[in-house]
């Protein structure tokens, strides 16, 4: 057994415990996640009044404490400015009887001198005083210097200050000068009491004040909990739909709902896919399979149409590997990195594309002159979205028709790719970029995705597509890129943009 299984845990590979500290702290577990937030804040609440208090109590202590020692030197002050000017020939004892049966003392003050030798001197209310034991020393023994301390004595406490009496450079007696401090002991704990009572009302608001508002944040995670437990089970359509403040918690609640709108919006469109996929790849599947078949059963035994049942099959497998390379590239676009934004000279682009195009189809190719600009796009991506448009365009037209090519800069960086075809129906149009849709494309062989990539191109870069189309008066095809996809003139030119 190992050293962990004996102490009743379980190690991890850096030896640590795996026993958590609510098993330590048992009545912790049962305790739900609000009540242990509660009384966390109420543990932290309270230390921190209990210390700000002990400081208040402290301060105050010291501030009345400073009052009566400040009385207690000026009565020692007092007294020895007395005794210097006192009649010549007045002995200090008896000089001292009368100061202290004549002169007014504040109310707990008492004095006590004591004049070598002869009896000790007190005014009145000195008898609850004198028999203190450092009072007795310091009476029969004078201190060296003034001294201030707190001494204990029955039912209450007194402040002292103890000084020598000095005639002549030579000590002859000494005098203390005490004060009851049974007032602040009462003020005191009149403070404590009053602001405790404060203290403990300002906790309770606090208390309530966190309580709700940690009920209000944990209401919200536990909707949360209830709406991931129902969407686990397959209700995708379900919501917070958050109807409180828009504070975090109320943006946390709207994000969260928002991050399930795309999740059952990724989820329908995977959906939606598979559905298309197992119908687009049903047709070429079964054709191939027959031809093969056919070939097998030596139903097609001729060379001529056994190499004209291969060719078939070749042709529709290389259609299946097209449509499978577009869906990748579908199911691409919606990644983060789906885009390898790089630095692109539009005017070479779209001069390149052109003299390509033209070698592709017997066509009157119109191509505008692109601006001399760099752009910030993934190259490849938008070279590979015009090329789709322009494949469109020429199965769209037939021989000497005219297909065009132009940039425009206006509210967005516009490329357009116009055929003179037979257009498309308003009905049709709504439909041309969805993925498999091919309205315009009937009876010849396609995958109808080309638009649907396009429209993921465009929007990955920030932009979008639209186009503008009439039966019989051709269409015009348009990816809009954001003003900020541009980096500014190119180095082989310097050209105004407007």
Do not use: C
């Given at each position: 057994?190992?050293?962990?299984?004996?102490?009743?845990g379980?190690?991890?590979?850096?030896?640590?415990?795996?026993?958590?500290?609510?098993?330590?702290?048992?009545?912790?577990?049962?305790?739900?996640?609000?009540?242990?937030?509660?009384?966390?804040?109420l543990?932290?609440?309270a230390?921190?009044?209990?210390?700000?208090?002990?400081?208040?109590v402290?301060t105050?202590?010291?501030?009345?404490?400073?009052?009566?020692?400040?009385?207690l030197?000026?009565?020692?002050?007092?007294?020895?400015?007395?005794?210097?000017?006192?009649?010549?020939?007045?002995?200090?004892?008896?000089?001292?009887?009368?100061?202290?049966?004549?002169?007014?003392?504040?109310?707990?003050e008492t004095?006590?001198?004591?004049?070598?030798?002869?009896p000790?001197?007190?005014?009145?209310?000195?008898?609850?005083?004198?028999?203190?034991?450092?009072v007795?020393?310091?009476?029969?023994?004078?201190?060296?210097?003034?001294?201030?301390?707190?001494?204990?004595?029955?039912?209450?406490?007194?402040?002292i200050?103890?000084?020598?009496l000095?005639n002549?450079g030579?000590?002859v007696?000494?005098?203390?000068?005490a004060?009851?401090?049974?007032?602040?002991?009462?003020?005191?704990?009149?403070?404590?009491?009053?602001?405790s009572?404060?203290?403990?009302t300002?906790?309770?608001?606090?208390?309530?004040?966190?309580?709700?508002?940690?009920?209000?944040?944990?209401?919200?995670?536990?909707a949360?909990?209830?709406?991931?437990?129902?969407?686990?089970?397959?209700d995708?359509?379900?919501?917070?739909?958050?109807?409180?403040?828009?504070?975090?918690?109320g943006?946390?609640?709207?994000t969260?709902?928002?991050m399930?709108?795309?999740i059952?919006?990724?989820?329908n469109?995977?959906?939606?896919?598979?559905?298309?996929?197992?119908?687009?790849?049903r047709?070429?599947?079964t054709?191939?399979?027959?031809?093969?078949?056919?070939?097998?059963?030596?139903?097609?035994?001729?060379?001529?149409?056994v190499?004209?049942?291969?060719?078939?099959?070749?042709?529709?497998?290389?259609?299946?590997?097209s449509?499978l390379?577009?869906?990748?590239?579908?199911?691409?676009?919606?990644?983060?990195?789906?885009?390898?934004?790089?630095?692109?000279?539009?005017?070479t682009?779209?001069r390149?594309?052109?003299?390509?195009a033209?070698?592709?189809?017997?066509?009157?190719?119109r191509v505008?002159?692109?601006?001399e600009?760099?752009?910030?796009?993934?190259g490849d991506?938008?070279?590979?979205?015009?090329?789709?448009?322009?494949?469109?365009?020429?199965?769209?037209?037939?021989?000497?028709?005219?297909?065009?090519?132009?940039?425009?800069?206006?509210?967005s960086?516009?490329?357009?790719?116009?055929?003179?075809?037979?257009?498309?129906?308003?009905?049709?149009?709504?439909?041309?970029?969805?993925?498999?849709?091919?309205?315009?494309?009937?009876?010849?062989?396609?995958?109808?995705?080309?638009?649907?990539?396009?429209?993921?191109?465009a929007?990955?870069?920030g932009?979008?597509?639209?186009?503008?189309?009439?039966?019989?008066?051709?269409?015009?095809?348009?990816i809009?890129?954001?003003?900020?996809?541009?980096?500014?003139?190119?180095e082989?030119?310097?050209?105004?943009?407007?």
């Open positions: 057994m190992s050293v962990a299984e004996r102490v009743g379980v190690a991890d590979p850096l030896g640590h415990s795996k026993r958590s500290s609510l098993a330590r702290l048992p009545f912790l577990g049962r305790l739900t996640t609000l009540q242990r937030l509660v009384l966390g804040s543990v932290l609440f230390l921190g009044l209990a210390v700000i208090l002990t400081q208040i402290s105050y202590t010291h501030s009345y404490l400073s009052s009566v020692d400040s009385s030197v000026t009565e020692i002050t007092e007294f020895g400015r007395s005794a210097s000017q006192r009649p010549k020939g007045t002995a200090l004892r008896s000089f001292a009887h009368s100061y202290l049966s004549s002169h007014p003392l504040s109310n707990g004095i006590l001198i004591d004049v070598f030798p002869g000790i001197y007190g005014s009145t209310d000195s008898s609850s005083v004198e028999p203190l034991s450092r007795r020393q310091l009476l029969d023994r004078p201190p060296g210097k003034t001294t201030i301390f707190t001494e204990a004595g029955t039912g209450t406490s007194y402040r200050i103890a000084s020598p000095v002549g030579k000590t007696g000494s005098m203390v000068v004060a009851n401090l049974a007032q602040l002991e009462r003020q005191r704990g009149e403070f404590i009491l009053l602001t009572l404060e203290a403990v300002a906790l309770a608001g606090a208390l309530a004040v966190a309580a709700f508002s940690l009920k209000r944040i944990l209401a919200t995670v536990q949360m909990t209830k709406t991931a437990r129902e969407i686990a089970v397959g995708l359509g379900t919501r917070l739909r958050h109807v409180g403040p828009k504070d975090e918690v943006e946390l609640a709207a969260f709902d928002i399930l709108d795309q059952e919006s990724a989820f469109q995977q959906s939606r896919l598979v559905s298309d996929l197992s119908h687009q790849f047709t070429p599947l054709a191939a399979r027959g031809h093969l078949e056919l070939i097998a059963r030596g139903a097609i035994s001729q060379p001529e149409e190499a004209d049942s291969i060719e078939l099959v070749l042709e529709e497998l290389d259609h299946l590997r449509l390379d577009r869906v990748l590239l579908i199911g691409r676009s919606m990644e983060p990195d789906f885009l390898a934004i790089d630095e692109v000279d539009l005017a682009l779209i390149n594309i052109g003299i390509e033209s070698f592709l189809a017997n066509r009157e190719w505008g002159n692109a601006p600009i760099t752009v910030r796009v993934d991506k938008v070279r590979g979205a015009i090329w789709n448009l322009i494949d469109n365009a020429i199965k769209a037209t037939s021989e000497g028709d005219a297909i065009g090519i132009a940039v425009e800069i206006g509210e960086l516009d490329l357009s790719v116009t055929d003179s075809g037979k257009g498309l129906s308003p009905s049709d149009q709504e439909t041309v970029f969805e993925r498999f849709a091919r309205p315009g494309g009937q009876g010849r062989r396609g995958t109808g995705l080309g638009l649907a990539i396009v429209k993921a191109v929007e990955g870069h932009g979008g597509v639209s186009m503008r189309s009439a039966l019989g008066e051709g269409a015009t095809v348009t809009s890129l954001p003003l900020s996809v541009i980096v500014g003139p190119s082989r030119s310097e050209v105004e943009i407007t």
